[in-house]
């Protein structure tokens, strides 16, 4: 892709440039350089009150910058919305679990599979129109571990697993970008591997960054680490560089509040 600027073509899928927000006042995030290359898994970091859910915002536009730019392949998405920048194939698994519950596990992601295809989420379409759905649906679960629960409904399953059916329904849009905030939050030691092996998977072949609070799943996943503390970037670098630096664990062992 290219940048519409600099006429370049970009190695990295998502970039910014003096990204900034600010709230009455207030600066969130503050002059924010962030380069996530194409292909990669790379990690966003921080205290709570760092701004890491500010800048998922940002990218995803759900929040508008006040300064900077939003490129994507290359292709500035600053003035774009949010439906367009799902179109473009950035797409964001929420912090909390954002599935239909009532909804069986094979349902939630022909949901999914519609919208990629045009058919927004009609409910009312008969069973008869989206059964050719089923196939590519199961396939998707089958590559989530969640195939022999293809009938049971979401609200039925463990914490884990309605992060695993999360993960399906996102890869049924067919992104190109995953955006991951805090996938194994809350989890028991006994989902934080699995999932982390699940993300592993759905990252070949795309771009993914992701928000993490568990500094082990950060280290076994992620190429690069970008750390933010009070809105700007403090560090990047390798997991072994930015958990070394001594501002670093500063201003983890300082803390915050959440952002």
């Not at 990690?43 to 760092?50: D, F, K, S, V, Y």
């Not at 890869?171 to 092996?197: F, R, Y």
Request: net charge negative; charged share 20%.
């Amino acid at each position: 892709m290219i940048d519409t600027q600099s006429g370049s073509k970009s190695d990295f899928a998502v970039e910014t440039r003096g990204l900034g927000k600010s709230f009455g006042g207030f600066d969130a995030v503050r002059d924010v350089n962030l380069k996530v290359r194409r292909g990669s898994v790379h990690a966003l970091i921080g205290p709570n009150g760092a701004g890491k859910t500010t800048c998922f915002n940002l990218l995803t536009k759900t929040l508008i910058p006040t300064t900077g730019r939003i490129l994507l392949h290359g292709k500035d998405i600053s003035s774009l919305r949010t439906s367009d920048v799902a179109q473009l194939g950035l797409v964001r698994s929420f912090q909390i679990s954002a599935t239909f519950l009532h909804l069986t596990c094979l349902e939630n992601v022909r949901v999914a599979l519609q919208a990629k295809n045009g058919g927004g989420y009609r409910f009312w379409r008969s069973l008869r129109a989206i059964s050719g759905l089923n196939a590519r649906a199961m396939e998707l679960l089958e590559r989530v571990g969640l195939a022999d629960v293809a009938d049971v409904r979401a609200t039925e399953l463990s914490y884990g697993k309605k992060r695993a059916l999360e993960i399906a329904t996102t890869l049924a849009l067919d992104p190109s970008v995953m955006l991951l905030d805090e996938p194994t939050a809350g989890m028991g030691h006994e989902d934080i591997e699995p999932v982390t092996e699940l993300i592993r998977e759905a990252a070949v072949g795309r771009t993914v960054l992701i928000v993490e609070h568990n500094l082990s799943v950060v280290s076994s996943l992620c190429e690069r680490i970008t750390v933010l503390n009070h809105g700007e970037v403090l560090n990047e670098g390798s997991y072994a560089e930015v958990s070394s630096n001594a501002d670093v664990v500063s201003a983890y062992m300082g803390g915050g509040e959440d952002d």
